[in-house]
């Protein structure tokens, strides 16, 4: 989905005041309140933003230990181990991945003996054939999007002033 210069502006604005109301970003925006809902609906129809909801901390919910555990799998059994992994609550993440293993997870943990606990019991599980595991020692990035929001406007902004009549 190709995403313009108003686009952009709004998905920051949703970053930086994730709180605001609806007719408060009109007005911030400079656009009329339907023309917002319109494409606060549109972006979330074509998969640029998603359900808003708290984002919640599992170090402040007693697991402050994060760890990235690789999980290399058995042939033909990819949607089998991550069905079991979706079972376990540690398991805040899963992906399948190239490279040396098939799987990379977030796992969480309230300490380092309960994390080795969980990588054994994902171990054992049918079709892991080996895990590979990381402790996060200091988190130095946090998620975030609104740089790439950034860039994706200024790219937008930039072919909107290449149109003629712009």
Same mark, same amino acid.
């Given at each position: 989905?190709?995403?313009?210069?108003?686009?952009?502006?709004?998905?920051?604005?949703?970053? #930086?005041?994730?709180?605001?109301?609806?007719?408060?970003?009109?007005?911030?925006?400079?656009?009329?309140?339907?023309?917002?809902?319109?494409?606060?609906?549109?972006? #979330?129809?074509?998969?640029?933003?998603?359900?808003?909801?708290?984002?919640?901390?599992?170090?402040?919910?007693?697991?402050?230990?994060?760890?990235?555990?690789?999980?290399?799998?058995?042939?033909?059994?990819?949607? #089998?181990?991550?069905?079991?992994?979706?079972?376990?609550?540690?398991?805040?993440?899963?992906?399948?991945?190239?490279?040396?293993?098939?799987?990379?997870?977030?796992?969480?943990?309230?300490?380092?003996?309960?994390?080795?606990?969980?990588?054994?019991?994902?171990?054992?599980?049918?079709?892991?054939?080996?895990?590979?595991?990381?402790?996060?020692?200091?988190?130095?990035?946090?998620?975030?999007?609104?740089?790439?929001?950034?860039?994706?406007?200024?790219?937008?902004?930039?072919?909107?002033?290449?149109?003629?009549?712009?």
């Amino acid at each position: 989905m190709a995403v313009d210069a108003l686009d952009a502006r709004i998905l920051r604005l949703l970053l #930086e005041q994730p709180r605001t109301s609806v007719r408060e970003y009109a007005r911030i925006l400079g656009v009329a309140r339907g023309t917002l809902q319109a494409r606060l609906e549109r972006l #979330e129809r074509d998969g640029v933003t998603t359900a808003a909801g708290p984002r919640v901390s599992p170090a402040a919910l007693g697991h402050p230990v994060l760890a990235f555990v690789r999980l290399e799998v058995t042939q033909g059994r990819l949607d #089998e181990v991550a069905a079991a992994l979706a079972a376990v609550p540690e398991v805040v993440e899963a992906y399948s991945i190239t490279g040396g293993c098939d799987l990379a997870s977030r796992v969480v943990a309230p300490d380092n003996a309960r994390l080795e606990d969980i990588v054994q019991r994902l171990g054992r599980l049918p079709g892991v054939l080996r895990t590979t595991t990381e402790i996060a020692l200091r988190e130095r990035v946090p998620h975030r999007v609104l740089p790439l929001v950034e860039s994706v406007g200024r790219g937008a902004a930039a072919q909107d002033r290449k149109r003629p009549g712009a």
